[in-house]
Each structure stands twice: as C-alpha cells, then as structure tokens.
C-alpha cells in the first residue's frame, strides 16, 4: 500500500498503526448437525431441532458428520490452504447453562486446515491476508434473558451446529480492510456453498483482535479481544474505538491489560468482559468419544475436482476474456449471484453494455429497493433483450431507461414495452429531416445566432429535434442531419 | 432338576427350548427369590410387573431361536433403560428416565432377553466396593458385611445369589473383573471397541467396556455373544467379525503360551494370592499350556497413570450434570448458585474427588506434568503387552491383591481402596480383554480370582483357557442363603 492510503490515528505529532486479526465463526451449510442428524434450519420453534445427542443425555455419543468434514476442506482449499490429513477434536470445557455437554467440541492444537491466504482488491492495489488456521466446532444454543422476569430461557436448536472458525494472521491495519476481508471471505464461502455468509442470521461473526502501535515500530502492542461482533459495521466501529481507546491509555503513559472485551453498539465503545487474570481454563482435552479425523489424499482430489471457478479466478477471466476494467470486473465477481447473472445476461448480449446496465441501473434499483441480485425484478433474460434492443437501435439509450423503468414492475419483457408504446426508435433519414426542418423554420433567430458562431446552441437544437420526434429520434441520424443543415 | 434359580444360563435356555420350563415360571422364580433377598439391596429399581408381563407374552408366542429366549435379567444400573430409572448410582440421576435404549441392553431384548431391574453400583461407577452408591452398600452373598467389589457390586452379588441367571457390567479400572473375583463369579472385560458404549452412562470414555457377568465361562460365552456388536452410535466401536463364541468354545489349549509377568508379584501380597496363581499355573500346565515367565516392566505406573486418565475424562464427562436439563436440581439465586448447590448435593465425596482430581489434572500449567505424562506412559504400558504377546498368546495373574473386604474396612483411605484395581487397570489402559475366574478361598473362605488377559480381539482364546482352568479348578461357591427373609 502507498503511503499516502495508510490508516493511521494521529495524537500531537505521533501517529498511530492499528493492527487486527480476525477470528471468523461462519456456520457450514450443512442440512444436519457438526455430531448429531438434528436439523439446523434457521427460524424453527425453540427446542424443536434438538436430538439426544444435542441436549447431551447420559450416554450419548457424537458421530461426526462427514459432509461438514468435506465442507470444511473444501473452505480450506478455496483459501488456498494446507488441509491437515490427520487432525483431532477437542473437548473445551465451560460451563453454561445453553451449553448442554459443559464442554464444546472444537479443534485445538491439530485444526483440520493450516495456513492460507485471502487476497484483497483495494482502491490502491492487492493485499494479501494471511490465514493461520480453519477449524471445526459446535455452535452452542441460545439464552434468552428478555422474555421472562425471573428465569433464563435456552434455546438448544443451534446446539451443536457446526461451525468453521476461520482465524487471520494479524495482517489487516484498517477497518476498510477489514470490510473487505469479510466481504471476500464470505464471497469464497458463498461461490463454494460452504456458508450461506448471511449475518442477520448469525452465519457469520467475528471476534476481533485489535492492537495499536507507533507507525515505524516493529513489535506487536498489547492486543484485546472483542467478542461476537456480528456486522460489519460493528466490526468497522468497534475497532476505531478499541483503538483510541487504547491509544488514549498509551499516551497517559498508561499500560493496555490483554482482556477479552464487548462492543455496546448503542454507546459505541468497547467494555471489559473479563481480564486475562479471570480467563477461562478451559482444559482443553481430546475428546476420547472421537476418533482423530483422519482425511484421505483421493477425498482431497475429489472435492479439489469439485471446485467451482472463485471470485479471484473469475475476475481474472473476465478482464482477459472481456475485456473489463479491474473495477468492472471487482465489483461483478464480488458475489456468486451477480457473477451469475452477469454471464447469464452476457450469454446473448453485448458485455459492454451488459457490464454498464448491471453496474449502473440495476445496482441503483437493488440498492434503492435495498434487494439482493437473487431477488432482482429484472430477470436476466429480460435485460438482455433490453440490451440489444439497444445494441440494434431499436431504441436508444435514453429510451432504453424509460423502458427500464417499466420493466422493474413485474419483469415485464421489453420487446412488448416498445411495441405497445410505440417507442421503437425513428431511424427513417427522411423522418429525421422532416422534423428537423421544422425545428430550424420555428427558430429561426437560433439559427441566425448560431451560423455567427454560437457554436454552443447545436445541444439546443439537438434537444428540440429530440422533443419532436418525442423522444424516439435516432440520436446519431439527429446529429448527422442537424450538422449537414447548420452547416451546409 | 435342580432349583430354577440356581440353573446356569445354559441350563435355563435349554430348558425353555425343550419346553421343560417356560419363561413365566423363570421370572416368577427370580422375583419371588429377590423379594426374599432385599437385605443384599442389589436393587436400585425393579421391573418385576413389566417382567411377568413379557414372560407370559413371550410364552404365548415363544421364539426359540433366539439366544436368549424369555430368559430374565437384571442390568447395571449404569445403562440407560427406555422407561425404566437409571440412575448411575447417583441421587442426581435419581429422577431420571431414559426414552431410549443403550445398543448392549438392546442386543439383549432383541435375542428374547427379559429386564428384571436395575442393580446397584458404585456412584457413576466410581469405587470398588460398592459404598459410594446413593442407594447404599450392596452386601456379599459371600458373607454379612462384606462388600461385593465395585462398582458392579449389585451385578457380582445378584450373579452370585441367584437373583439373576446372568448380567452385564461395565468396566473402567477393574469393575467387572475386581467383583467377579470377589464373588465368586465369572466377569470378562471385552476389547475396547467390542461392545458399544451408547447408552451407557459415561465414566472415561477411553477405558469403559461393558462385559457379561456369569456363573461360569460357557454362559460367559454365551452372553459375550449377544452383547458385542459393531455400532455406528458410537465412534470407538470396531468393525470386525465376532466370534460364535459359544460355538467355538473349547477346552483344548494345548501348546497355548501362557505369560507369567513378574512385576504382578507385588509388595505384601498375601501368600494365599501366591498360592492361587501357582495353582492356575500348574492346572494350565497340566492342560498342555506352555508356561513362559515374560516381563510387563511399566506395571507399576499402571494405577497412577489410571488415576489420572479416568478423572480427567471423568471430569468432564459429568459436567452434563448441571441441573439445567434434566435430573435433580437444586434451585439459586443465579445459575452459579444453582449449580454449585446441584453438583454439591447431586453428588458424592467419591465422584466429587474425581472431578477435582481431574480437573486438576487438565488444568494448564498441570496438563503437560500430569496428563500428557499419563498418556505417554500408556503407551508405554500398551507396548509393554504388545512385546509380550510377540512372545505369548495369553497372560496370567491374579484379579485382586485380595480378597473381598469389610464394609466400611477402607472408605476413608481411598489410597488403599484404589489399590483393589492394581491387577486389572493396565488392562483397561491397553484396551486389552480379560476375565476373572474364580480359582480358589482365602483363609476365610471368601473367593479369590485368576485373570487371563489376552490379545485384541482374542476372546475366544482367553474364554477357552478359563474354560479348560474351569475345568480343572473345580470351584464351588458356597453361600448359605443367611440373607434370606420371608
């Protein structure tokens, strides 16, 4: 990165570098459970997901469900990570009263994925974050404290389901980095159906490690822990907080305590959940119900040959074959389902005018009507119709926007637009010279003005021919016309 | 024919299946015995109505192919039973009714098997004497006041006094061996990964194996058959082809090398254990055995190494215990309060020094010393049967450094008390099958055990040299029935 882009926090002459490490817990998209055949579908009656196994009666085992095992490699791989052939669950012990076992089955020191790497696209260039470790572990259930007075409720559907904690190198400096990183992660997951990456559902969260130190400095600050923080704008806050606060403590000549902290989002700022004096022990242990996972070379080829085209490679082709700018070609590979649309739209269209029209008025609708591509009221078909009614010259480009407009109420096929309204574009040489006659005998003075060198009135007539013809003049023939009359 | 109760599972099968007795006439036969022998309080929870009631449906439409046709009995209490109690021997189970079945119990019912009830134990098998048991001391039809070993104390004792043809056990440390030994009575820990473990309330997942519990080896054989089975419920269970261990029992051991490891004589052993397994010694020799003088030079880290395993596992196998779920709770203020007042209550001095032990024990800044250490050098123990039986196709030894105990003699010195399990831990701690026979009496007339301890899988063989030792020991347990009420 450049120097001029850096993020840093200025105090009376010194400034400030920020550094922050991820600790992703996104949900595998899996029908049952990490250990268990419960389902997990999101939004079910309290307690209606809930096996044996779950609630964790006497004498029930864990049988660990394969596909989230392959769901898990197949994250590793899109990470360009190491998959370990051999790792091994751990008990975590803690008690909770939504934590049935009093111990959660997790990965400690043997994860079943090692090193790897996310690449970022920022305004100024790549960035590579390096990624330490993914491992699998069980979700626990949910306390709900606000609907009775007096007692704790648990939910226990979300008990056991199976999670990926996918932990970053203290590699991002700034909260754009980290909106980014998310973004990125989560659209890798998404192109590999790994994690759905949907946030409002508790897909995806993140604790966030943050530490601070004086640009130039090479050591590591004193680093807290902000704990399940489920939004990317809350992430993005709660580390310019952490930061200054952190900052402030540093210059008082203060010391930072390692401690894991809270993000109250109404107050904006981080509290002390507990010091690293009071830090759990949580006496990790290998869980003897289980046996070490081990993984197959031929499993790893096969999910290897299973894995789809993803955003970095897709980008890649799309400005080689398409010849996209890097930032068309950014912003359409972001997501799966705008990618998809995108090549579905391309496949019987011009992609110039597909990568404007998608970028353009489609993302402005989305955005407007606040919807994701995958619920767009234009269907990709319909929109490329669009654009070679353009490409043709059956309409113009001005025209093509009304006909938008239209086409946004109900998925309406523009073919039938155009024909019913008669919009279809005036192409007729003779037409044209008709009505721009009219226009030059009914302005006459304009003309005057401009054949003494008014150059700027040709918008001026070029407008009224336009307004004549109602909008459906051809904006070429108009001009040609218009130049050869002025002019000649 | 001899008393019904007093009929070996063999015995008993076959008189069902040559119609000489029907599975009613059994049952009737167990439970009027039992309502007579409440004194030995091998009961925690009885199924004598729901009993009568299968015998007669068995009866009026009997299946005699099965292997265990109409044919009652009495469980540990430590598996899960769909509809009856279960209670691990804890007040914080007192209250708790499986809805499901554990896959031993079941392999049980699904060959004609019959429950009876649910027998005493040490609290979540956690002793070897059966005194920490909520449900209080289960006496040894032995003699007055005498424990009947741990923790399958209720087991060995209803085995021994008739109060169930056979049963099963479970076993972490010696738990089926050590009371067999102390009764009288046969019990066989399977290979680890033999019998499945879902079901059954957990102790340490690593070393518990549930095993048949018998008069003597061939219905030992019998049982071991029905129980054992590959299950996918539980991730340590082995796919392997089981034996028709009965089938292929066999008191043909001719050539059979038969290890004698030194590090079992240990300190102050009583003279009488001496005498025992020289006994077995010459009797396998006398079989045609070959015997082979072999060295297992890790034994003596055998009991600290168990002491650390088992709590650890322990520890966190009973967190489940919170009162939040299910089984007893003790209402607090806030949810610390509750649970420190369930688990205070809920549980016992025995389990409640486990769990401190263990939690210890993995605790960071102890884990590398004392865990890690633990696991290392069982290991070592397992190499150290592995290089034996490079050399030999069994192993001999004694089951217990003594006989069965007083009643209150050691419950204030658990050193003492955990040094019953010397003999049978190592065993658990390789995943190793062995089995208790009785081989002999102590001054007192009480019974002392031989254990043969085999290779992996390898039942059959040490089933066969019990059966031939059987054979030649010639052990008659007499119990006068001093318990006996009207």
């Known amino acids: ?488 | 024919m001899s008393d019904i109760t007093s009929q070996s599972l063999f015995e008993l099968t076959s008189n069902i299946k040559e119609k000489k007795l029907s599975s009613g006439e059994i049952t009737k036969a167990f439970i009027d015995h039992a309502e007579k022998s409440k004194k030995l309080n091998v009961y925690v929870t009885d199924n004598f109505e729901k009993a009568i009631d299968q015998s007669k449906k068995f009866d009026s439409n009997p299946n005699f192919d099965l292997k265990l046709p109409g044919i009652p009995i009495a469980v540990k209490d430590l598996f899960c039973t769909n509809g009856v109690r279960t209670t691990a021997g804890s007040k914080i189970l007192n209250n708790f009714v499986p809805t499901y079945e554990s896959t031993v119990t079941q392999n049980l019912w699904s060959q004609g098997a019959i429950l009876l009830g649910k027998l005493n134990c040490d609290e979540f098998a956690m002793g070897s004497s059966n005194e920490t048991s909520f449900f209080g001391n289960v006496q040894n039809p032995v003699g007055e006041n005498l424990v009947p070993g741990g923790s399958s104390g209720g087991s060995s004792a209803a085995v021994a006094a008739n109060l169930t043809p056979v049963t099963i056990g479970t076993d972490t440390g010696g738990s089926i061996r050590q009371p067999a030994s102390f009764t009288g009575t046969v019990g066989l820990k399977p290979t680890y990964g033999s019998c499945s473990r879902y079901g059954i309330v957990a102790f340490a997942s690593s070393l518990d194996q549930a095993g048949p519990m018998t008069k003597n080896v061939r219905d030992c054989s019998m049982l071991l058959e029905v129980i054992s089975s590959f299950d996918q419920k539980d991730s340590t269970s082995i796919d392997y082809k089981r034996n028709c261990y009965s089938k292929e029992l066999s008191k043909d051991i001719k050539g059979k090398k038969i290890g004698i490891p030194k590090e079992y004589r240990v300190d102050n052993m009583p003279d009488e254990i001496e005498q025992l397994w020289k006994n077995g010694i010459s009797y396998a020799k006398d079989c045609g055995a070959e015997i082979i003088d072999i060295s297992l030079p890790h034994t003596n880290y055998a009991l600290p190494t168990y002491y650390i395993v088992a709590p650890a596992e322990a520890s966190s196998n009973l967190a489940r215990y919170d009162g939040v779920k299910y089984g007893f709770r003790s209402p607090g203020q806030n949810l610390i309060e509750m649970y420190e007042k369930t688990r205070s209550e809920g549980f016992g001095d025995e389990v409640k020094r486990r769990i401190m032990i263990g939690t210890y024990v993995l605790s960071s800044g102890y884990y590398d010393a004392y865990y890690l250490k633990a696991q290392k050098v069982r290991q070592l123990i397992k190499k150290d049967f592995d290089d034996a039986f490079s050399k030999v196709d069994a192993i001999l030894t004694p089951s217990t450094p003594s006989s069965a105990f007083k009643i209150g003699e050691k419950t204030n010195d658990p050193v003492s008390m955990y040094l019953n399990d010397i003999f049978t831990v190592p065993i658990n701690l390789a995943g190793l099958p062995g089995i208790s026979i009785p081989a002999g009496k102590d001054k007192n007339n009480y019974p002392l055990g031989l254990q043969v301890i085999g290779k992996p899988f390898d039942e059959q063989n040490i089933l066969n040299i019990s059966y031939a030792l059987e054979d030649k020991i010639n052990f008659k347990n007499d119990i006068s029935d001093w318990w006996l009420s009207e």
């Not at chain 1, 000549?253 to 390692?258: E, L, R």
């Open chain 1, 1 to 488: 990165m450049s120097k001029n882009s850096e993020y840093l926090i200025e105090r009376e002459n010194k400034q400030y570098e920020v550094i922050i490490g991820l600790e992703v817990h996104a949900q595998v998209t899996s029908e049952s459970k990490l250990f268990s055949q419960s389902s997990t579908k999101f939004g079910a009656e309290p307690n209606t997901q809930v096996s044996l196994v779950d609630a964790a009666f006497p004498g029930m085992l864990p049988v660990i469900n394969e596909f989230c095992v392959e769901q898990a490699i197949k994250t590793g791989i899109g990470l360009k990570a190491i998959i370990n052939k051999k790792s091994v669950f751990d008990r975590k012990n803690y008690f909770y009263a939504d934590l049935p076992q009093g111990y959660q089955i997790s990965q400690y020191k043997y994860p079943i994925v090692g090193e790897g790497k996310v690449i970022l696209d920022m305004p100024n260039g790549q960035k590579e974050i390096g990624i330490e470790r993914l491992h699998l572990e069980q979700d626990a259930g949910k306390s709900i404290h606000d609907i009775d007075p007096n007692n704790t409720l648990v939910d226990l559907n979300r008990s056991g389901v199976a999670l990926m904690e996918i932990v970053s190198k203290p590699d991002l400096r700034s909260p754009d980095e980290v909106n980014v990183y998310i973004k990125k992660l989560r659209s890798i997951m998404r192109y590999l159906g790994t994690c759905d990456g949907n946030m409002q559902e508790g897909s995806l969260r993140a604790d966030v490690n943050v530490s601070v130190r004086l640009k130039g400095e090479t050591e590591f600050g004193t680093r807290c822990e902000i704990k399940n923080v489920n939004s990317i704008k809350f992430m993005q806050m709660a580390i310019i907080s952490e930061a200054n606060r952190q900052i402030d403590l540093l210059e008082e000549g203060k010391d930072i305590d390692q401690e894991t902290r809270l993000f109250d989002t109404k107050r904006n700022e981080t509290r002390s959940m507990r010091s690293k004096e009071d830090a759990h022990d949580y006496r990790y242990f290998p869980d003897p119900d289980l046996l070490p996972l081990e993984i197959s070379q031929e499993l790893i080829e096969k999910i290897k040959s299973d894995i789809p085209e993803l955003p970095d490679e897709k980008k890649k082709r799309f400005i080689d074959k398409f010849n996209l700018s890097p930032y068309e070609a950014t912003i359409l590979v972001s997501d799966i389902e705008t990618s998809n649309f995108f090549e579905e739209v391309i496949k019987n269209s011009d992609v110039k005018l597909a990568t404007n029209w998608i970028t353009g008025e489609l993302f402005a609708v989305l955005n407007e009507k606040n919807l994701e591509i995958s619920q767009s009221p234009v269907s990709a078909k319909n929109l490329s119709k669009l654009i070679n009614l353009i490409k043709d010259g059956t309409i113009s480009g001005k025209i093509a926007k009304t006909v938008f407009e239209q086409m946004i109420d109900g998925d309406q096929d523009p073919f039938i637009i155009v024909k019913e309204k008669g919009l279809k574009q005036e192409s007729d040489p003779k037409a044209i010279e008709e009505l721009i006659n009219k226009v030059i005998e009914n302005n006459s003075d304009k003309v005057a003005e401009y054949k003494s060198g008014k150059d700027k009135l040709f918008g001026f007539f070029v407008g009224q021919a336009m307004k004549e013809s109602k909008g459906k003049g051809n904006p070429q023939l108009i001009n040609k016309i218009l130049k050869e009359k002025l002019n000649g």
